[in-house]
């Protein structure tokens, strides 16, 4: 009868050890998944306050003027322009995305990354924008 009882704590002890660790988990992954959207959206917000500043008009049409302005910006500045873009995923933005898009190999050095224009366009296109939601009101 002993062996019984403290099978059952046992199994009592592991059964509360794992509910709890999972919420812990739990918890931990949604704290990390809000953190992550919040820093994400407050960059966009950040390049859109900063292209806004230089040319007017709704943030998605201000980053695009800035991404097309190849004097006023260098190209690190031109693909943060392209990732703000794919994090709004506006539906405007694509034929410019599309229009710098070779799909070659990246050369930082001399052209937009191919790479970040490709996520762009598949964020735009409808691909999973988990964070896009979030920050696209009050930024037009």
């Not at 199994?11 to 994400?40: D, E, Q």
Request: glycine share 10%.
């Amino acid at each position: 009868m002993r062996k019984e009882n403290s099978r059952s704590f046992v199994i009592r002890k592991w059964k509360w050890i794992l509910g709890y660790g999972f919420l812990v988990l739990a918890g931990s992954f949604i704290l990390f998944f809000i953190s992550t959207c919040a820093w994400i959206g407050f960059d966009v917000k950040d390049k859109c306050k900063t292209a806004r500043e230089q040319y007017g008009g709704s943030c998605v049409e201000a980053l695009m003027t800035y991404l097309e302005d190849e004097n006023g910006h260098n190209l690190r500045e031109r693909n943060g322009a392209v990732w703000a873009l794919g994090q709004l995923g506006d539906r405007r933005a694509l034929p410019l995305l599309k229009k710098y898009y070779t799909g070659e190999e990246c050369r930082h050095d001399k052209f937009l990354c191919q790479w970040e224009l490709e996520k762009a366009i598949k964020l735009v296109e409808g691909g999973c924008n988990a964070t896009a939601w979030m920050w696209r009101r009050g930024l037009d």
